[in-house]
């Protein structure tokens, strides 16, 4: 069994930055790619960035500039700093990661999500 847990939400005010961080535990053999993805009030919920685990990076043309992703291998981690933040990035934000069990048995994992506020 995988775990992933997220850390670093808050409320924070229109240009100002934050960090997330989501760690993985649990049975894990390897990680493959990793991501973060964000669900609004009262909408669906959307990809925001991915990082394979040799670095490549994907992002939503809504935070492309502003938002960045980056991993940890060693620590089984996955950030996003996220900065020039705008009310419209208010979101639960929820990381998942694609990973081999111990077991050697591939499955896909999700964070229970924190949650960013950001005020005008």
């Known amino acids: 069994q995988v775990q992933l847990v997220e850390s670093g939400g808050g409320l924070v005010q229109a240009g100002g930055s934050l960090r997330l961080s989501c760690v993985a535990s649990g049975s894990i053999r390897r990680i493959a790619t990793m991501g973060w993805y964000r669900q609004p009030p009262g909408k669906k919920r959307d990809l925001v960035a991915t990082?394979?685990?040799?670095?490549?990076?994907s992002y939503a043309d809504a935070v492309k500039g502003r938002f960045t992703i980056s991993r940890d291998n060693a620590k089984n981690t996955v950030y996003l700093q996220m900065s020039s933040l705008k009310p419209k990035d208010t979101a639960v934000y929820c990381c998942?990661?694609?990973?081999?069990?111990?077991?050697?048995?591939?499955?896909?994992?999700w964070g229970q999500g924190t949650q960013v506020t950001v005020s005008s």
């Open positions: 998942n990661a694609g990973a081999q069990a111990m077991s050697f048995l591939w499955g896909v994992y």
């Open positions: 990082i394979t685990s040799g670095g490549g990076t």
